[in-house]
Nanobody
């Protein structure tokens, strides 16, 4: 079955960096676009970053452009989110996502807390 397992979250001071990973299994990873979403306290889940199946194209929410970078390693079936210059408003649970045959699959999420 499809599994997405996020890791790499934690607590960091404003201006710091974190690198999230999402290990995928149960489907042919190299054939599918991947997404990172986040859900902050009291907020709706929002799309943060998108990457095509081969990594040839990426897209970002305006709020993270220039600070976050999505990438993937198809040999390892893993997608990454490098987060730099973190701000308190980046505090959220971060989820990776894949859409397979019109169905959404989610990981369990990883908490990112940005606070001084």
């Amino acid at each position: 079955q499809v599994q997405l397992v996020e890791s790499g979250g934690g607590s960091v001071q404003p201006g710091g960096s974190l690198r999230l990973s999402c290990a995928a299994s149960g489907f042919t990873f190299m054939n599918y676009a991947m997404r990172w979403y986040r859900q902050g306290p009291g907020k709706e889940r929002e799309l943060v970053a998108f990457i095509t199946f081969n990594g040839g194209s990426t897209n970002y929410a305006d709020s993270v452009k220039g600070r976050f970078t999505i990438s993937r390693d198809n040999a390892k079936s893993t997608v990454y989110l490098q987060m730099n210059s973190l701000k308190p408003e980046d505090t959220a649970v971060y989820y990776c996502n894949v859409v397979l045959r019109s169905s959404n699959y989610w990981g369990q999420g990883t908490q990112v807390t940005v606070s001084s």
